[in-house]
């Protein structure tokens, strides 16, 4: 790839979002993607995929076709692009037959440089043909984990995108998601038919997400205090069936505060007002079940709670992710009980994959029952690893007592090893502890020299060890292959190279008291900052757009840190591309010159 096509790329991140540099990983998945190879990226929410196809469209010579799960989400998107000054547009099936032949005329004419479109439009052949007579730079997969089984939002008609590369076999495809373990990404890989892919992963870690569990007593009080202590702050209350979102946000208004449901059970139209409710920053809080959320790009959620347990991991983290996309400072609570749980395992009984679904339930028990550093339980399980804890979740604020549990480690891990990493965890918890049970001396358990290593310590101790091995990510399941325990590299590295391990004992952890809220790291003015919101809120809606996409908070909290009184400092500010800069610059330069004059 040339130089100038590299150079290019920056200067369009400037030009059209306003970011003087990409982020980490961007650069490189941006200089992949121009180069005409296949790609698998893994960012999680907020954390810059859209970018990664986004700017090299803009630099290419023809048109990138992104394929989305969800008309909400096509929608922001595009009026994301065209508010930053970019020629994109949606086709799908919410739009009339003249708005749709508007738009294949303007692809025709070679003015979309990036057009979104559902699956199940083009897969169509009427879709082909119009891709035949037009330059495609490549395909861009959103939501690629919507494409295995494996996956917590698995989704039929995204099994049939191999068609694209049956049917346009030179045209690279890149495929994105937030949330994808080690299992589907090697499905997404496969489904896809991608050829010599690299995927690139990014760090999961969201450090300005506060992660929090507290028990499910008194739900509606929990939430309630929590509000209160986050005022006018916009947030989400994920609920686990569409009577609970209803009574829920009924006994909030009831409080005075400004609550609305969201669920697949209302009409398009209902769904539709409340989203744009939200969007508008007309109703800070949403009750909602997950199909909220996906078609979501607002940048400045301040909170998530789960007022229910999730039914994975994945599921979760893509829920929390939506708090703080503009990576400032924002909290997260899960409220758990273990009548969620058997909620949960009815749900799963009604299910196509119950072993599947109740595993990975599992994992989100023991997230919620973790005596370790959240964080790294997150990080884990999408395979990364973490050294230290992150101070920012309520188990580093108030730890549980620890123990050098290194020597433990050892036994568990050598005995698996031993065992050809082919057992799962009761297998294990039986050899280390000396069971006499038939299947076991069948097949020779009983002589490994591991075996009743672990004889002193009683079945839930043994329970509570490997669930922190999991959790720590020195151990993982592999549930294509029947769901059986795996050493992780962090794991060898425990068993041969002597790292040490820190465990927790069994016990119950204090709730966490309230907090108030936090505020972004770096002193702004919060006078002007408000004043500057006003202008924001006031400008959005003669333009009829969300108020994010006039500015972010993030870039409002750098305007009112540096105070931008000339078009040169203005374009200085993160997040000012030359659009919005033309669009509302000169105003926001005059709000802050006159609060200089009014400050005494």
Known sequence: ?????????????KTYFGYDRFRPLQGEVVEHVLSGRDALVLMPTGGGKSVCYQVPALVSTGMCVVLSPLIALMKDQVEGLRANGVTAAFLNSSQSFEAQSQIVEEVLLAEVKLLYVSPEKALTEEFFSLLRRVKITFFAIDEAHCISAWGHDFRPEYTRLSLLRERFPEVPMIALTATADRVTRQDILTQLRLRD?????????????????????????????????RPEQPGIIYCLSR????????????????????????????????QEDFIFDRVPVICATVAFGMGIDKSNVRWVIHYHLPQSIESYYQEIGRAGRDGRKSDTMLLFSYADVIQRRKFIAESGQPELQEAKLQRMIEYADAQICRRRILLAYFGEHLDQNCGNCDVCRRPPRRFDGTILAQKALSALMRMQENVGMGMLIDVLRGSTRRELIEKGFDKIKTYGAGADMPLAEWQHVLTQLLNLGLLEIAYEQNYTLRITPAGRAVLFDGAKVELSRREEIAPLRKEEPRTTTGPYDEKLFETLRRLRLRLAREAGIPPYQVFTDVTLEEMSRRFPESEAAMRGISGVGERKMKNYGEEFIAAIRQFRRQKP
């Open 197 to 229: 892919a690299r995927t690139f992963v990014s760090s999961f870690d969201r450090p300005n997400l506060s992660l929090n569990v507290l028990p499910g007593q008194k739900r509606f009080e929990q939430v309630l205090e929590f509000i209160h202590l």
């Open 243 to 274: 009577k609970s979102t209803e009574e829920l946000t009924f006994k909030l208004q009831a409080k005075g505060i400004a609550a609305a449901f969201y669920h697949a059970g209302m009409t398009d139209v209902a769904r539709s007002r409340v």
């Open 1 to 13: 790839m040339s130089s100038e096509l590299l150079t290019a790329a920056r200067q369009a991140l």
